[in-house]
């Protein structure tokens, strides 16, 4: 595989040691409910993701097994959305992503992450295709079953709940209302989400980008302004990790576009 771009921001905050990795778990995972793992191997596997370490925690995932193809598939997922340059090879990663978590959610159904991340990566990768020829190919009804999924087995999963937000904003957004009905899809049920998440995890930087970003697909301009101080609260954010800081980067270019 060729070697990924590296985390381009200093890292030391976000390198912990596995006794410090353990008391700041909760806190780091507050997004995606991964259990703490029992396993030295894995914990440090999410210790190299914490630290923006994506292609190092790809690997020692992979080479885990079992619970460690989670890590790979976030790393995989989070590296290819803020840090691929290449078109071609951010879409390959996040279909190889899609297709792995999807296996890992056939084998482990209960996996609540393993169908996030398959929707995730499945998401991701329509955006780059465009989100009216991913529904055309069906993509968005296995996207939006995924994450119900994950909402149903983990209650509290505060990033399977963004990411339903943003499947109702998108594709309201690119299709309409009315055809977004025929993919399920419900603005009032993407508000509702989308305050949900950011319930669950008040101080996600990511929450309040696709908040913010969902707000203007949904509401258009009357919203700019609650949409703007959303990316202000993100930007303005204090990052634990390498993704963490990745999303408060993003929110800072939002503020400056």
């Known amino acids: 595989m060729a070697k990924w771009t590296a985390f381009p921001h200093d890292a030391t905050a976000y390198t912990y040691d596995p006794a410090t990795l353990k008391k700041k778990w909760v806190r780091l995972h507050t997004g995606d409910c991964e259990p ?7 914990l440090a596997a999410w210790a190299l993701f914490h630290a923006g370490e994506f292609q ?3 690997d020692a995932g992979l080479k885990a097994g079992g619970a460690g193809i989670t890590v790979a598939n976030k790393a995989q997922t989070i590296y290819a959305t803020y840090l691929e340059k290449s078109e071609k090879a951010k879409l390959a990663h996040f279909m190889e992503a899609a297709e792995r978590a999807e296996a890992q959610a056939a084998e482990d159904p209960k996996n609540a992450n393993a169908h996030y991340l398959m929707a995730l990566a499945l998401g991701r990768y329509s955006q780059g295709i465009s989100v009216a020829k991913a529904l055309a190919q069906g993509l968005g009804g296995k996207v939006k ?14 990033d399977a709940h963004i990411a339903l937000a943003s499947f109702h904003a998108e594709v309201i957004d690119k299709v309409g209302s009315l055809l977004g009905r ?3 899809a419900s603005k009032d049920t993407g508000l509702s989400l989308y305050k949900a998440a950011l319930k669950l995890n008040p101080t996600s930087a990511v929450a309040m980008v696709e908040y913010a970003n969902g707000l203007v697909m949904l509401e258009g301009d009357k919203k700019m302004k609650e949409a703007t101080k959303l990316y202000d609260d993100a930007a303005a954010s204090d990052p634990m990790d390498a993704m963490e800081r990745l999303d408060v980067e993003m929110a800072k270019a939002e503020l400056e576009d």
Do not use: S, V
């Open 182 to 184: 025929t993919q399920g």
């Open 145 to 158: 079953a995924a994450l119900e999924t994950a909402i149903k087995l983990q209650p509290k999963h505060a």
């Open 56 to 58: 190092k925690a790809f």
């Open 36 to 42: 703490l793992p029992k396993d030295n191997k894995l």
